[in-house]
Nanobody
Framework: HLEESGGGLVQTGGSLRLSCAASGLTFSSYAMAWFRQAPGKEREFVAGVSRGDTITGYADSVKGRFTISRDNAKTMVYLQMNSLKPEDTAVYYC????????????????????WGQGTQVTVSS
């Protein structure tokens, strides 16, 4: 079970911190990622982090503005979003992907085993 929180309405240039609480799974065995889906568009990769929090990756559109992190002890994953733009407006989803590989994550939505219900982020211009 994954549950996102922290979304909301923010002005251009503002910041938000999204949180994803995981339960019912061996959290340290899962790579984690954030995806987002804007109205009329497909769900897209935003950021990913490996099982051991050693490897992270970002979509080009958010690189330098967003930071993903995880706390295995608390079974939480976070997305710090700075310098927000109207084009960041979307529903943000947390995904978990079981993997043997400690240093990898995936940018492919269909490779994720579990999803949360999403949290809305709206950036006004």
């Amino acid at each position: 079970h994954l549950e996102e929180s922290g979304g909301g309405l923010v002005q251009t240039g503002g910041s938000l911190r999204l949180s994803c609480a995981a339960s019912g799974l061996t959290f340290s065995s899962y790579a984690m990622a954030w995806f987002r889906q804007a109205p009329g568009k497909e769900r897209e990769f935003v950021a990913g982090v490996s099982r051991g929090d050693t490897i992270t990756g970002y979509a080009d559109s958010v690189k330098g503005r967003f930071t993903i992190s995880r706390d295995n002890a608390k079974t939480m994953v976070y997305l710090q979003m700075n310098s927000l733009k109207p084009e960041d407006t979307a529903v943000y989803y947390c995904g978990a992907r079981w993997t043997f590989e400690p240093g990898s994550y995936s940018t492919t939505m269909h490779e994720y085993n579990f999803w949360g219900q999403g949290t809305q982020v709206t950036v006004s211009s």
